[in-house]
């Protein structure tokens, strides 16, 4: 598996598998069949529900830890949170079933982040998370996030795809050390992905779906991806992009379709971020 280096100088793999929206009886069977087929890099996070069934796809796999690459995320935290998000760091690596993570993010950039980054600084001095960052942070909250802490975000997972390509976000991330990393990478099939003619076109020129187009449109820019499915097939086919390459023009064609907004929600708007801050995880 090809990997990137974090900012700390730990190795990630480009490619994983991710878990959201997998509901908890499905998911010990789908990590069991993306860890047989060769996913060595997991996501999750508290907010999925289902990080007991991963850590137990994880024990039963027998796959020596130190060969897997764990990522959970931190939901928002009442107050006081430096010491909420300990013990909610802790309730995560009871679930998973280990005694770290290698990557532990902060969900969403609200609520007091900077208590909650300021308890992660020290889960990673204690080697409890080998890295740490953020998820869905904008290019000014992480830049001061960074200006005014002693640790800077290894990772910034936010919405990366066709439609939503992120590119100044990245050049941005790229200038500070921070690596980019997609949520969300076929756009959940909206605005016709996996009809794009234009994607199809370029897979049929390489042999590919229009899935391991995308998939090798991102790693090709450096974007580590964590596509979803239950599909043990689709699975494989995730895994097999690294046997071509997409040309420049191919690169070229592809960013003409930036429609340079999400396809899913604004985290600026303001009724999202009432609701996003609301919500707590029982």
Do not use: C
């Amino acid at each position: 598996m090809h990997t990137v280096t974090l900012n700390n100088g730990i190795e990630m793999p480009i490619l994983g598998f991710g878990v959201y929206q997998v509901g908890p009886e499905e998911t010990e069977a789908a990590v069991t069949a993306a860890l047989a087929a060769g996913y060595r890099s997991l996501d999750t996070a508290a907010a999925y529900g289902n990080e007991e069934a991963v850590g137990a796809a994880i024990a039963a796999s027998g796959i020596p830890r130190d060969e897997l690459f764990i990522t959970t995320k931190l939901w928002v935290q009442d107050a006081p949170a430096e010491q909420n998000t300990a013990r909610a760091f802790d309730d995560s690596l009871r679930k998973l079933g280990l005694d770290h993570v290698d990557l532990y993010l902060i969900h969403q950039p609200f609520g007091d982040y900077y208590g909650q980054w300021r308890a992660m600084e020290q889960i990673n001095r204690d080697g409890r998370a080998r890295a740490i960052g953020v998820s869905n942070f904008p290019a000014d909250r992480i830049i001061d996030l960074i200006l005014n802490n002693e640790i800077a975000p290894a990772v910034n997972q936010i919405e990366t795809n066709p439609f939503h390509q992120r590119a100044e976000d990245q050049r941005i991330l790229a200038a500070e050390g921070v690596q980019i990393e997609s949520w969300g990478p076929f756009a959940e099939g909206k605005n016709g992905l996996f009809t794009n003619e234009l994607l199809a076109g370029i897979g049929r020129t390489h042999g590919k779906s229009v899935a391991q187009v995308v998939l090798r449109w991102m790693i090709q820019r450096q974007v580590v991806v964590i596509p979803k499915t239950v599909s043990p097939e689709r699975m494989a086919q995730n895994l097999d992009v690294f046997d071509f390459e997409l040309s420049d023009d191919d690169m070229a064609q592809i960013a003409t379709l930036d429609e340079g907004g999400s396809q899913f929600f604004d985290h600026r708007d303001p009724e999202m971020v009432r609701w996003l801050s609301a919500r707590r995880l029982g």
